[in-house]
């Protein structure tokens, strides 16, 4: 069996030293141009060439959860692409977003810039029935951070594309549904798939219909959101801030507006970063339930674009 691994911006020996110790009897190698064809794929934003050399790949795994950029390309009729299913995001998606949660609710920010100037003073404390949080997006991420803010006893609604029932969540589903699903909301957390229906789905007309004092938390991708869209709203006072990990453009361009701007707090994409050990894990039990004929988790629909 060959894997062919392709991912230009990290160090690829811990991930070759990880695959060949799991599965001995694979070649595990770096793909370059002119590489012999492989069965499986390990692969993250690869070049076209890649796929186009790989006519008959028998399954791509993606180094993330994420597989837009790999919908981008051309990827053979008969490969299955593979999402990285948790394999440790969802504690990481979790607690990031909890923390932005509370950061805005308990007014942590306020307290830092006092306190920096020597100020001891209290602020009238908020009431956490006034601060539903609205989940969008309720797969492998979208239901553990769900269920992480109710923890907290905030009220936590959620929507996505089909029905749910989660414990603690007030679930909507579809476009139907998803004006009231705004109006229920007051933070609003992006944790959706980025498809031909969700890119810009974060826009003025959407935004405007959150509870006054809005807060957004986009850890989904930038082009989800309409840039000049936030700012408007933030400067019209209807959005309070907005915590954001992800970008049209990444990194962010040094002169892009949101670098300066006092209402918004950013972070380099960093919410739920893939960790190597349990992706190889992931990826190789899959690799050998695939080799004993076995479905697998994870495989992307096309159709739905995630
Ligand atoms: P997932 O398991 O595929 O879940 C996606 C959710 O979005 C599902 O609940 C789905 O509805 C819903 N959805 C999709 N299209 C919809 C639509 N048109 N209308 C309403 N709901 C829709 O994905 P995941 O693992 O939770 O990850 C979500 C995204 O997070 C990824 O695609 C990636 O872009 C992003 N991410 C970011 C980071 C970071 O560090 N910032 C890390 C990991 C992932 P159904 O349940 O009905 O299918
Ligand atoms: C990161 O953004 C991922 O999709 O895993």
Same mark, same amino acid.
């Given at each position: 069996?060959? &894997?062919?691994?392709?991912?230009?911006?990290?160090?690829?020996?811990?991930?070759? $030293?990880? @695959?060949?110790?799991?599965?001995?009897?694979?070649?595990?190698?770096? !793909?370059?141009?002119?590489?012999? +064809?492989? *069965? %499986?794929?390990?692969? !993250?934003? #690869? #070049?076209?060439?890649?796929?186009?050399?790989?006519?008959?790949?028998?399954?791509?795994?993606?180094?993330?959860?994420?597989?837009?950029?790999?919908?981008?390309?051309? /990827?053979?009729?008969?490969?299955?692409?593979?999402?990285?299913?948790?394999?440790?995001?969802?504690?990481?998606?979790?607690?990031?977003?909890?923390? =932005? /949660?509370?950061?805005?609710?308990?007014?942590?920010?306020?307290?830092? $810039?006092?306190?920096?100037?020597?100020?001891?003073?209290?602020?009238?404390?908020?009431?956490?029935? *006034?601060?539903?949080?609205?989940?969008?997006?309720?797969?492998?991420?979208?239901?553990? /951070?769900?269920?992480?803010?109710?923890?907290?006893?905030?009220?936590?609604?959620? !929507?996505?594309?089909?029905?749910?029932?989660?414990?603690?969540?007030?679930?909507?589903?579809?476009?139907?549904?998803? +004006?009231?699903? @705004?109006?229920?909301?007051?933070?609003?957390?992006?944790? @959706?798939?980025?498809?031909?229906?969700?890119?810009?789905? @974060?826009?003025?007309?959407?935004?405007?219909?959150?509870? #006054?004092?809005?807060?957004?938390?986009?850890?989904?991708?930038?082009?989800?959101?309409? *840039?000049?869209?936030?700012?408007?709203?933030?400067?019209?006072?209807?959005? =309070?801030?907005?915590?954001?990990?992800?970008?049209?453009?990444?990194?962010?361009?040094?002169?892009?507006?949101?670098?300066?701007?006092?209402? &918004?707090?950013?972070? +380099?994409?960093?919410?739920?970063?893939?960790?190597?050990?349990?992706? &190889?894990?992931?990826?190789?039990?899959?690799?050998?339930?695939?080799?004993?004929?076995?479905? &697998?988790?994870? /495989?992307?629909?096309?159709?739905?674009? %995630?």
């Amino acid at each position: 069996m060959r &894997i062919s691994f392709c991912y230009a911006d990290t160090k690829s020996e811990p991930w070759l $030293a990880g @695959l060949r110790a799991a599965l001995p009897q694979a070649e595990v190698e770096v !793909w370059s141009p002119g590489a012999a +064809p492989a *069965d %499986y794929g390990v692969v !993250w934003a #690869p #070049p076209q060439q890649f796929l186009d050399e790989q006519p008959h790949i028998r399954a791509l795994f993606n180094i993330g959860a994420g597989v837009d950029a790999l919908l981008q390309l051309q /990827v053979p009729a008969q490969t299955l692409i593979v999402r990285l299913d948790d394999a440790g995001m969802s504690a990481q998606m979790a607690e990031f977003v909890c923390h =932005a /949660v509370i950061r805005h609710f308990r007014e942590l920010d306020h307290y830092e $810039a006092g306190m920096n100037q020597g100020q001891w003073a209290f602020r009238k404390p908020r009431l956490r029935s *006034d601060c539903p949080v609205g989940i969008m997006g309720l797969g492998v991420l979208g239901q553990r /951070v769900a269920q992480a803010v109710a923890q907290f006893d905030f009220p936590v609604v959620g !929507w996505s594309r089909s029905p749910k029932a989660i414990e603690g969540v007030r679930c909507f589903a579809g476009e139907a549904q998803l +004006p009231a699903f @705004l109006a229920a909301s007051k933070v609003l957390v992006c944790l @959706l798939p980025l498809t031909d229906e969700t890119r810009g789905i @974060l826009r003025r007309e959407t935004l405007a219909q959150l509870q #006054p004092g809005g807060y957004l938390i986009n850890v989904a991708r930038g082009a989800h959101l309409v *840039d000049e869209d936030l700012i408007a709203l933030l400067d019209s006072g209807h959005l =309070a801030g907005a915590a954001l990990d992800v970008f049209r453009q990444e990194p962010l361009p040094a002169q892009h507006t949101f670098w300066k701007h006092p209402k &918004i707090t950013l972070t +380099p994409h960093t919410s739920a970063r893939t960790l190597r050990d349990e992706s &190889i894990a992931q990826m190789v039990g899959k690799i050998m339930a695939l080799e004993r004929g076995e479905p &697998i988790a994870g /495989v992307v629909s096309r159709d739905k674009g %995630y």
